[in-house]
């Protein structure tokens, strides 16, 4: 039997998005249990420096905190990240993937969707997480430990707010996701999603009125309110600290279906 090894403390994590909501929530739940972090944003800096210069005076215990500006769109600028990691945090790769940035400018329906806006959404949401998955995995197989998350979308099973091509970009996470896991278990190496639902404070849904009177309208959730940043990073820890949760994609959704 195959030693059990949960322990995340001094483990790199790579969290993308983590300018603000939850990739910050996430970055900041890692960090207070012990793992060193690689943060990416898009183009403004300053919010992950803020971030990264928070955690800094936190207990870090040597523990290193790095920021890259990424597009997560180039596939060029991705590997580029993946240098920058090799040499700022001295390995090939991350221990921990958490693959939050994404894209989902709000289409009401098919007709609204231009193919450039298709094109774009699947490549930050979907064809992003192909590349950072492919480059972790060496690094991750060689140790024989991983954690790899994408942060999906309860539009992934065909609901949300928005348009057909944001829920196929999320589908195929969740395709993805479950392929990777049966494929990387035995080498220690797990993989799921968090899709979560109507979860305030972030770019998409600012508060309660930006989803009045549609289907993620609060009246319309069970708990009767949005769920947090900091409820997504409960999940996305707890992903790190179990080994034997794979191939799972888990619905943060305050009961909404």
Known sequence: MSKVDNEIKGRLALITGASGGIGSACARDLWAHGASLALTCFRNTQPVDDLAEELRKLDGEGRKITVHRVDTASAEEIENLFREIKEQHGQDGPDILVSNAGYGKRRNGILDVS??????TINVNLRASFLLSKLSIPHMEAQGW???IFISSIAAQGGGINACHYAASKAGLTGLMKNLA????????????VAPAMIGETGMIPDEKYVEGTPGDVKNIPVGRLGTP????????????????????????????
């Open 115 to 120: 193919l450039e806006e298709f094109d774009y």
């Open 182 to 193: 049966m494929k990387h278990g035995k080498v220690g190496i797990t993989v799921n999603d």
């Open 146 to 148: 991983g954690r790899i």
């Open 230 to 257: 900091q409820e997504c990073a409960n999940i996305v820890t707890m992903i790190c600290r179990t080994g034997y949760l794979t191939g799972q994609s888990i619905l943060l959704s305050g009961g909404l279906k």
